[in-house]
């Protein structure tokens, strides 16, 4: 167990080891069911959280600040057009500034090829912890979460799971490539084998495909690309099927949007389920579109725990703050 974590910057679990991440998660777990027994506590008395939102949210925004909350602690929710970043006050000066007030800054800044580089810019000049509350790359929080359900599930030894990541097909608008790329690095690491299935055009960043590579080579497990959705799901243990976009191919809005309905067919839904192991898990981090990227029949049916995925940020995020703040 490593246990000096404090004033430690989250911006994604390749900053943090094996070691680091398994206390966060036994401290989750005790929160888990301290929680679940009415036990509150007081740890960050005093202490707050500024939280700037460049993009919406339901789930991170509220678990982020509940988690304070029943630490004790105080959040601040910022969006940027309340602040001077509207008046184009840069990264530095915000992260210099906010780091006299506060034990912490949180951001979520998704924008492909900026919101990362923001985050960089704020851990370069803050004197506190910066917290990747999800950026154009990596949705690190969101994964925490992930593969502390899938222990919940499976147990804490989770070397030998078959994972499949896959993308499908859901319209409107462009989602980042922060969650899958989250997952690939992530999971083998703690010995799971990844399937990741997506279409020609829907590849993830090649830098981090790399990496993830590198992650599962170190761990001794498999990491595969498919074009072909069913890969991912043949004798999984755990699904994650959910869209991003185009971002790598294109950048261009109306011919990522396009793109994404060449492929109405790679959808979640019963019969590629049926390709999974008996026991396996439907996972997504929601917002799921639903009817078009999962049928109802597999995100309301027996092998889904999206609403416990979606619990567990709060208890993992306790942990988390717990920890660094
Ligand atoms: N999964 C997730 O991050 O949800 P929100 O976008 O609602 O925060």
Same mark, same amino acid.
């Given at each position: 167990?490593?246990? =000096? ?82 008046? !184009? ?21 998704? &924008? ?9 810019? #704020? ?40 994972? !499949? ?66 890969? &991912? ?8 099927? =959910? ?13 990522? #949007? ?61 942990? #988390? ?5």
């Amino acid at each position: 167990m490593q246990t =000096k974590l404090k004033g430690k910057h989250f911006i994604t679990t390749q900053d943090w080891t094996v070691q680091e991440l398994k206390t966060l998660f036994e401290l989750a777990k005790r929160l888990k069911v301290e929680y679940a027994a009415g036990k509150f506590h007081r740890n960050l008395q005093g202490k707050s959280l500024g939280m700037i939102f460049f993009d919406p949210s339901t789930r991170t925004r509220t678990s982020f600040e509940a988690a304070m909350t029943q630490l004790g602690g105080h959040s601040i929710f910022f969006a940027p057009q309340t602040m001077q970043i509207s008046h !184009g006050e840069g990264a530095v000066d915000t992260a210099k500034v906010l780091s006299g007030y506060l034990q912490g800054i949180a951001v979520r800044f998704c &924008a492909y090829g900026e919101g990362n580089r923001y985050l960089e810019e #704020l851990r370069a000049a803050s004197r506190v912890p910066i917290v990747n509350m999800q950026c154009d790359i990596y949705h690190p929080a969101q994964i925490l979460a992930d593969y502390f359900t899938i222990t919940e599930h499976f147990g804490e030894n989770t070397r030998g799971l078959k994972l !499949g990541v896959s993308w499908t097909s859901a319209p409107n608008y462009i989602r980042p490539l922060s969650v899958p790329q989250s997952l690939i690095l992530m999971m083998p690491r703690f010995g799971i084998d990844v399937t990741l299935a997506h279409p020609p055009e829907f590849e993830l960043m090649p830098e981090v495909v790399e990496q993830a590579k590198k992650n599962a080579e170190e761990a001794g497990v498999k990491f595969e690309i498919s074009h072909k959705m069913e890969d &991912a799901f043949e004798d999984a243990d755990v699904v994650i099927p =959910k869209s991003w976009g185009p971002l790598v191919y294109t950048q261009n809005e109306r011919e990522g #949007l396009k793109l994404i309905e060449k492929y109405p067919g790679w959808v979640a839904d019963e019969k590629r389920m049926s390709l999974t192991k008996p026991h396996s898990l439907y996972m997504h981090p929601l917002p799921a579109d639903r009817g078009k990227e999962v049928t109802p029949g597999v995100i309301d049916g027996p092998h889904s725990v999206v609403y416990q995925e979606a619990e567990n940020r709060l208890h993992v995020q306790k942990a #988390l703050l717990s920890l660094i703040l």
